[in-house]
């Protein structure tokens, strides 16, 4: 039985091959296509807003020929205290797979290991590895050619401003560990990187090649791509005001993107604050690609719910 819980579940070839399908499935879209999910019921359990993974995931699975069931957490008796084992095998009698998104990792990790049907990480406080694959994608889909996209990020340097020890930023460490990016952090000291994705690093085998910069400046110089997110995670709203205080000198500005190099790209996963973590002139400038990313989500979680099943 194979997940989807973390960047590392695909090698780097399964990778390789998981870009290439979101490719072929993306320029295939609207034409007569296979549908390896044919018959399937898969779940949708969420217990946090989303926008771009909800939508994307249903339509992707209905394109994939399965039908999408989405359950709102606080409408489950998950929510009321029934375990997770007790959730996870009673649904793994329904259903053909599960997408999660969820706070703790521990919870999708005991999803997967108590039920038995595939399950699919749609972010939890951790990780967002939909998110990581896609916006690789995205960028390889700028720098490298068919049959060699996953290879097009090797040595590649991007730059994350922020939150330094949130899920994307976790995401980014490991992703670009598989990938085999130049992964540099940049935000305030206290927000850092953790211990948690460092153990995870040495866990699945890879050195700390990340670099924490807390010099917004000097960590932008020569980069590839200068990528932010949401200065408040979901779950962290109590926080916000502390947070605002911090992380003022990490939103990524033109000034920012000067010591990037001329042709680097602006990145953000969205929700977006325009004034925040990115000015509006970098937002809708031309080194912006924030809506492929989004609509790559669709291509890339098909590509990935494909080489699951596999
Ligand atoms: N980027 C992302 O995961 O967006 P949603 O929270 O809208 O799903
Ligand atoms: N770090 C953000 C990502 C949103 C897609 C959050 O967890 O809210």
């Not at 996870?88 to 108590?114: C, P």
């Not at 994705?197 to 932008?220: M, Q």
């Not at 920012?256 to 929700?271: G, I, N, S, V």
Request: proline share 4%.
């Amino acid at each position: 039985m194979k997940h989807f819980l973390k960047e590392t579940d695909f090698s780097y070839s399964e990778a390789a091959a998981v870009f290439e399908l979101a490719a072929q499935l993306k320029a295939n879209r609207g034409k007569p296509q296979a549908q390896p999910l044919a018959g399937q019921t898969w779940g949708m359990l969420f217990s946090k807003s989303s926008t771009r993974t909800r939508v994307s995931f249903e339509v992707g699975l209905n394109e994939l020929g399965a039908k999408p069931l989405f359950m709102e957490q606080k409408n489950m008796q998950i929510d009321r205290g029934e375990t997770v084992e007790d959730t996870a095998r009673v649904l793994s009698r329904y259903l053909h797979g599960l997408v999660i998104r969820t706070h703790g990792h521990e919870i999708i990790e005991g999803f997967a290991r108590h039920g038995s049907m595939p399950v699919v990480n749609a972010l939890t406080d951790l990780l967002h590895p939909c998110q990581i694959y896609t916006d690789s994608f995205t960028l390889a889909e700028r720098w490298g050619q068919t049959g060699k996209l996953l290879e097009s990020l090797k040595g590649r340097k991007l730059v994350y401003y922020g939150d330094c020890a949130n899920n994307m930023a976790n995401s980014w460490i490991l992703g670009g560990a598989l990938f085999g990016m130049e992964i540099v952090l940049s935000g305030p000291e206290a927000y850092a990187p953790g211990v948690e994705i460092r153990n995870l690093l040495a866990k699945e085998g890879y050195s700390e090649t990340f670099v924490f910069e807390p010099d917004p400046v000097k960590a932008a110089r020569n980069a590839d791509v200068l990528y932010t997110d949401v200065w408040v995670s979901m779950g962290q709203e109590e926080e916000t005001a502390e947070r605002l205080k911090t992380f003022g000198p990490y939103g990524v500005s033109q000034q920012l993107m000067d010591q990037a190099r001329p042709d680097a790209y602006f990145m953000h996963c969205l929700p977006a604050h325009v004034g925040m973590e990115v000015t509006e002139e970098v937002y809708t400038g031309k080194a912006s690609i924030v809506f492929d990313e989004a609509e790559n989500r669709l291509h890339m979680q098909k590509a990935i719910l494909s080489q699951l099943l596999s």
